[in-house]
């Protein structure tokens, strides 16, 4: 059982890594055009929470067994926050401002859980706490793409909705579905129930 464990630890960060890198497209395209155009940056930055939450949820001294839960999210932070930065850069005024707002309640969010859970927490306590900051916004992040489904309807056009982002979704939750559900850990296994 540990061993089917730790192979869809594996799969889980492999399609993790593809989740974190498929809007690589998207992110030369406004390099490129020096414009965000009409794609969401609340995607990415919703993404960066849950990364810097779940990456804290897998350190040892929150929940034990889940590092490669840790691995994996902390390499998706590096990610998203390079995206966000890009995308507060070419953002126009508005969007810029509201992007960066967001950003900063990000960072306020997970430095309010980190400090809560090291100072007043312990045990279960602890683990509890973070499990639940880091499903609930979970949630909020695989919701966040939902954000341009407005744009999808309105143009008829999926264009601002990459396909591979979506495939990526589903492989990677139902993979880490799987690996909290082989691991008795239910914060992992609800954070990405493949339907999310």
Same mark, same amino acid.
């Given at each position: 059982?540990?061993?089917?464990?730790?192979?869809?630890?594996?799969?889980?960060?492999? &399609? =993790?890594?593809?989740?974190?890198? /498929?809007?690589?497209? #998207?992110?030369?395209?406004?390099?490129?055009?020096?414009?965000?155009?009409?794609?969401?940056?609340?995607?990415?930055?919703?993404?960066? +929470?849950?990364?810097?939450? *779940?990456?804290?949820? !897998?350190?040892p001294f929150v929940s034990k067994n889940n590092?490669?839960?840790? #691995?994996?999210?902390?390499?998706?932070?590096?990610?998203?926050?390079?995206? %966000?930065?890009?995308?507060?850069?070419?953002?126009?005024?508005?969007?810029?401002?509201?992007?960066? !707002?967001?950003? #900063?309640?990000?960072? &306020?969010?997970?430095?309010?859980?980190?400090?809560?859970?090291?100072?007043?927490?312990?045990?279960?306590?602890?683990?509890?706490?973070?499990?639940?900051?880091? &499903?609930?916004?979970?949630?909020? $992040?695989?919701?966040?793409?939902? /954000?341009i489904m407005r744009l999808v309807i309105k143009?008829?056009? %999926?264009?601002? $909705?990459?396909?591979?982002?979506? +495939?990526? %979704?589903?492989?990677?939750?139902? *993979?880490?579905?799987?690996?909290?559900?082989?691991?008795?850990?239910?914060?992992? =296994?609800?954070?990405?129930?493949?339907? *999310?």
């Open positions: 059982m540990e061993v089917l464990h730790f192979v869809f630890g594996v799969f889980g960060n492999a &399609t =993790a890594l593809f989740l974190f890198l /498929s809007p690589t497209i #998207t992110f030369k395209r406004i390099i490129r055009s020096k414009s965000t155009e009409q794609f969401s940056g609340i995607p990415y930055v919703m993404t960066l +929470l849950n990364c810097l939450l *779940s990456a804290w949820y !897998g350190l590092i490669l839960v840790s #691995t994996i999210n902390g390499t998706g932070a590096a990610i998203e926050s390079i995206y %966000v930065l890009i995308f507060i850069i070419y953002a126009p005024k508005k969007e810029k401002a509201k992007i960066f !707002g967001l950003f #900063t309640f990000v960072l &306020t969010v997970f430095t309010a859980v980190a400090l809560i859970s090291l100072f007043a927490l312990h045990g279960n306590g602890r683990k509890l706490f973070c499990g639940l900051a880091a &499903t609930i916004f979970s949630i909020i $992040m695989y919701a966040s793409p939902l /954000s143009s008829k056009s %999926v264009e601002f $909705m990459p396909f591979f982002l979506s +495939l990526f %979704v589903f492989l990677c939750g139902t *993979s880490w579905f799987i690996y909290g559900l082989l691991g008795r850990d239910a914060f992992v =296994a609800v954070r990405y129930m493949p339907s *999310s």
